[in-house]
Every structure is written in C-alpha cells, then in structure tokens.
C-alpha cells in the first residue's frame, strides 16, 4: 500500500473545502477581533497611557506620541477598517498589509512586556497569519475580493494585487 505524503494530504485537504473552510472562520475571526478592538476605541479613549509607558528601542518615539488626538483617531480607524475588510472579504490584501503595520507597532510600543516571555507573543502570531492571508487569496473564499477579481480581471495587475 502507498503512503502518502504530507504535501499530498495538504492538497487534498485543501481541495477538499476543508482549508478553506477553516481559512474563512480564521479570516473572520480575527476580522470580528480588529473590528471590536477599533470600535471600541471610538469616542472618550486615548493611548495617551499605553504610549507615555513605551519601553524598548522606539520608546522616545512612541512616547512623543502620547496624548495626540490624530493617533487616537488613526488607531481606531485603522483598526476598525482592518476588521471590517477581513470580515467581508474585501481588499485582503491591503488591509492585512496594513494589519501587520498595527501589529508591528504594538509589538514594538511595549517592547519589553512583550518579550517578557519570549519573542513570540499574539502581535508576531496575528503578523503571520495576515502574512497568510496576503499571499493566499483568502478574501474569494466567500468573500467580496472574488466577485471584484473575477469581473476586473482583465483591468490589470493593480486589480489583482487589491483583489487577487
């Protein structure tokens, strides 16, 4: 009897609507979490406390940055836009690249309690499951992204990068 190998049962899994399936309920997961985290920072919020307590390499930069009004707003905007991209499978691709932007930035912002335990925390495992999602076309898995890709297709490689 053949064995099969480990590529051969991934292709078949994917083939077989299981990855995508799970590829979907991951995309809006962490859709829902952006989208909540960006809406709940709307109205009386500030990172003014988070950011005047930076610690690592960029903490003067970050610290400089406590208190200021358009962060706040970038923040929450950015935030709820990421989620609400992944969440309906519209510009994956962008708003993943933007994701892990944010995420980097988090990271980087608490520099020391992040690495308390490691280098790996949520920040480096959210930044490589957007790093997924960029490369594999995860916004055509019932998603806005494969209606707007197939009927732009021929409009050019902007389109693609945007909606492939």
């Given at each position: 009897m053949r064995k099969h190998t480990l590529f051969e049962r991934f292709s078949k899994c994917t083939s077989q609507g299981v990855c995508s399936s799970m590829f979907l309920v991951l995309r809006v997961a962490l859709g829902l979490m952006f989208l909540y985290a960006g809406v709940t920072k709307f109205g009386d919020w500030s990172a003014a406390g988070y950011l005047a307590g930076a610690t690592g390499?960029?903490?003067?930069?970050?610290?400089?940055?406590a208190g200021n009004g358009l962060v706040d707003s970038l923040n929450a905007w950015g935030l709820t836009l990421?989620?609400?991209?992944?969440?309906?499978?519209?510009?994956?691709?962008?708003?993943?690249?933007?994701?892990?932007?944010?995420?980097?930035?988090?990271?980087?912002?608490?520099?020391?309690?992040?690495?308390?335990?490691?280098?790996?925390?949520?920040?480096?495992?959210?930044?490589i499951v957007l790093m997924l999602?960029?490369?594999?076309?995860?916004?055509?898995?019932?998603?806005?992204?494969?209606?707007?890709?197939?009927?732009?297709?021929?409009?050019?490689?902007?389109?693609?990068?945007?909606?492939?």
């Open positions: 390499p960029l903490a003067g930069w970050f610290q400089s940055l990421v989620g609400a991209c992944l969440v309906l499978g519209i510009f994956v691709r962008p708003a993943s690249f933007f994701g892990i932007i944010i995420m980097i930035l988090y990271y980087l912002a608490d520099f020391e309690g992040n690495t308390a335990h490691g280098l790996i925390d949520q920040h480096i495992i959210y930044i999602f960029m490369a594999g076309g995860v916004g055509h898995i019932l998603g806005i992204d494969g209606l707007v890709h197939e009927n732009l297709r021929k409009k050019g490689r902007l389109i693609s990068v945007l909606f492939g």
